[in-house]
């Protein structure tokens, strides 16, 4: 679980690597082994995007709510 906007980004880059290892292991993966090479990392990326978006959605608990006139 994200706590704060540090692990946000920490997140966020985690996320961005995996993208790029998946990115690099689909250059050169045989077709055959692609299933299962992509499955874990697919399934990392899904969990973490999940927690990023989660945090972004809840209230932040300092923020000042404003209302629109």
Known sequence: MIR????LAVSRGRVAKLERLLEDLRRTARPEEWPALSSGYRLEIERMQGEILDYL?????DAKRTTAA
């Open 4 to 7: 704060n906007d540090q692990e």
């Open 57 to 61: 959605v809840r209230s932040a608990p």
